[in-house]
């Protein structure tokens, strides 16, 4: 019998120190309202600027002002509005797809998706890179799960071929969230095409960067509205709201209603969230050109940083140890420039970074300001001499 003579949450203490020496820990940060001291942001994921546009604020607003606060019940009961189906009939046209869902965030969208789509019995193919969300699901799924090496559809091809499931998902970011490139989705498409498999791309960095207007990588590649293909976005990041969807045959979008239970049992999405992806998505639909803004200020900030050449609003400055990361990191905030720093487990050991995030419409006064911290900061830690 075990008599433990500690407090049962005292390793937690232990854990907080061990994160402490390895510098791993994370606190948070909360932020005031934008003033004259806040720091340009490099590091959030509003890639279009669209969260405090005046337009996309009133559509929350007046979504608040009609339909109250919340959206009262799940979407099955009470939490379907007309809303909701409006800025999923629009996400759908937009995207090029049939027909979409709305969940309550990417993350639930793509719990929700993966979960009914396999399940005991089926085989999942999934991406080493594939975002936590995708991870997940894969292990929430009860599935057999195979993780192949990241942007290999040799290596998908070779497992679907030696499957015996008989349903099969491959899994994948379009746009990787931390290293920003774009995935090989004519050949995964390919494999799956030619093994009878389902392609599920996860479009949260495509969205609005990639794409004719922004519509996303899989209408880049022609793979949107296929009917082996289904999309999830977020809400979150180039819309400026909250929330999540998935796109896809209305087949599966009717099944998802009935077999997601992210979906289920989860409240359906707030209104003002909702009002204001719609009107985000009216503003990306009627400004196409704020999608190639987002590349022209991400190569811009990739030259300062001594970064290849961006191909998304995401920009890697892979410095190795978490160490130098966090000097960096510290070092830009100091000087009024806030980026992102990704350590393990965000990223695997050694690749510790940057990820500077390019916004369009970032004023040139600050593009110019951040560029000249950039390449201050960096090339001092890349000395050795970061403060
Ligand atoms: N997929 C990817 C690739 C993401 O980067 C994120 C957000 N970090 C999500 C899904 C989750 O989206 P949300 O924040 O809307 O839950």
């Known amino acids: ?16 120190a061990a994160r402490t020496d390895a510098g791993l820990r994370r606190r948070l940060r909360p932020r005031g309202p934008s003033g004259a001291d806040t720091p340009i942001d490099l590091a959030g994921n509003d890639y279009l600027g669209l969260s405090d546009d005046p337009r996309v604020v009133a559509g929350g607003i007046e979504a608040l002002r009609v339909w109250g606060a919340g959206s009262t019940g799940s979407r099955l009961v009470t939490g379907s509005t007309t809303l909701h189906r409006d800025l999923e009939t629009e996400l759908a046209g937009f995207c090029g797809f049939t027909d979409a869902l709305v969940f309550s965030s990417g993350y639930t969208a793509n719990l929700g998706v993966v979960t009914a789509l396999t399940g005991p019995g089926a085989l999942i193919v999934s991406d080493a890179a594939s975002h936590a969300s995708l991870v997940d699901a894969c292990r929430l799924s009860r599935a057999r799960v ?156 990739a030259t300062a940083a001594g970064a290849a050449v961006p191909v998304s609003a995401v920009v890697p400055v892979v410095l190795g140890e978490p160490g130098p990361a966090l000097a960096a990191a510290t070092a830009c905030l100091a000087r009024g420039v806030h980026v992102g720093c990704f350590r393990p487990p965000s990223v695997p050991p050694g690749t510790s970074r940057l990820r500077l995030t390019a916004r369009a419409g970032l004023p040139e006064a600050d593009l110019r300001r951040a560029t000249s911290v950039l390449t201050e900061v960096l090339d001092g830690v890349r000395a050795g001499s970061a403060r």
């Open 146 to 301: 195979v993780v192949v090496p990241h942007a290999d559809p040799d290596a998908v091809a070779g497992v679907l071929a030696a499957r015996t499931e008989e349903r099969a998902l491959v899994v994948t970011d379009t746009v990787g969230s931390a290293d920003g490139d774009l995935a090989p989705l004519r050949a995964l498409h390919r494999a799956c095409r030619a093994h009878g498999a389902v392609l599920l791309a996860d479009e949260a960095h495509g969205l609005g960067v990639r794409g004719p207007g922004g519509r996303g990588l899989l209408a880049e590649t022609g793979l949107a509205g296929q009917d082996d293909v289904v999309g999830t976005v977020t809400l979150s990041k180039a819309l400026g709201s909250q929330g999540g969807a998935v796109l896809g045959p209305a087949a599966v979008i009717a099944h998802l209603v009935d077999a997601a239970r992210s979906f289920i049992f989860d409240t359906g999405l707030a209104p003002a969230a909702t009002g204001s992806a719609l009107a985000a998505l009216r503003v990306l639909a009627a400004e196409p050109e704020r999608a190639a803004d987002v590349l022209r200020v991400a190569a811009v900030l």
């Open 1 to 16: 019998m075990i008599h433990p003579a500690a407090h049962p949450l005292a390793w937690l203490d232990e854990r907080a």
